[in-house]
């Protein structure tokens, strides 16, 4: 069993920066891939971006340039450095683990927090 732990949620205004960490607990060494998903109210959950394990990231369109998702396999634990944020950019951000080579595959998800871009 994996258990994933989201923190560094918060409130900031549009323009600023925040970063998103997410620790690991029990089996870790089963982890291939790992990423970050968000969620704002009546939307569908969204990829943002992942890192394999060689360390190859991958971001979606909507986030290029302005957020940086890092992983320290020692700590066990995953970054998210976030700047130049947007409005749009609120929403509940989740961590996410999985043993497969895809980010999409079934895995292991954290419970959340909350990022709120104000004026």
């Known amino acids: 069993q994996v258990r994933l732990v989201e923190s560094g949620g918060g409130l900031v205004q549009a323009g600023g920066s925040l970063t998103l960490s997410c620790t690991a607990s029990?089996?870790?060494?089963?982890?291939?891939?790992m990423g970050w998903y968000r969620q704002s109210p009546g939307k569908q959950r969204e990829l943002v971006a992942f890192?394999?394990?060689?360390?190859?990231?991958n971001y979606m369109d909507p986030v290029k340039g302005r957020f940086t998702i890092s992983r320290d396999k020692v700590k066990n634990s995953l970054t998210l450095e976030m700047s130049s944020l947007k409005l749009e950019d609120t929403a509940v951000y989740y961590c996410k683990g999985t043993r497969d080579w895809h980010i999409a595959a079934v895995g292991y998800w954290g419970q959340g927090t909350q990022v709120t871009v104000s004026p």
């Open positions: 029990g089996t870790t060494s089963i982890i291939n891939t």
């Open positions: 890192i394999r394990a060689d360390g190859d990231t």
